[in-house]
């Protein structure tokens, strides 16, 4: 007997048709009041362990931050953005600088580097009305440092300090359903 056969769970892949930009949302900086958001480069050294006497996580939901920046929109054009499948490390593409942290690999991301220590990923989803009612989650199977994720323009989920896997629902958010 198979289980996940007879299961009416469907588990469908999402790790194509990204956008990606590398680099800071040129609004960010000014919209962001937030002690990790202001500056999402990298976590410091001294800064591992206080996560908590950092910043209120459950703040970026509560208050919904960033639901101002131009690419959390809806309508935002990403055509210009490079268009990617899933998993992606942008560190990996850029190139070796040897006045780069080793912790780095030499690579010029972290303290120095903002430009290339913030990067935007985009994904459309066509959800299906007679998906309606159904419960629905996104399931991120590996996130590096510091994310957020906006759905529908809503601040959603949030992953901070290191590589983790994390699930999030989709029931209470306003979703838009093809007709």
């Known amino acids: 007997m198979n289980v996940l056969a007879d299961s009416p769970r469907e588990r469908l892949s999402l790790d194509f048709n990204w956008r990606f930009h590398l680099g800071e949302a040129p609004e960010a900086a000014t919209l962001f009041n937030y002690p990790e958001v202001s500056d999402l480069s990298k976590t410091r050294m001294g800064e591992i362990g206080l996560e908590g006497a ?93 994310s957020l994720v906006w759905v529908n323009v809503i601040a959603s989920a949030v992953t901070w300090m290191a590589t983790a896997a994390s699930a999030m629902t989709l029931q209470s958010l306003p979703l838009r359903w093809e007709e």
């Open 54 to 146: 950092l910043a209120n996580l459950s703040d970026a939901m509560t208050e919904n931050i960033g639901a101002e920046v131009s690419c959390v929109q809806n309508d935002f054009n990403d055509r210009d953005w490079r268009q990617l499948a899933l998993p992606h490390d942008w560190a990996v593409e850029l190139p070796f600088d040897k006045t780069s942290d080793v912790m780095h690999g030499f690579k010029p991301v972290g303290p120095g580097f903002p430009q290339n220590s913030v990067g935007w990923y985009r994904r459309e989803l066509d959800l299906p009305a007679s998906d309606s009612g159904k419960t629905l989650w996104l399931d991120f199977d590996g996130v590096y440092r510091n």
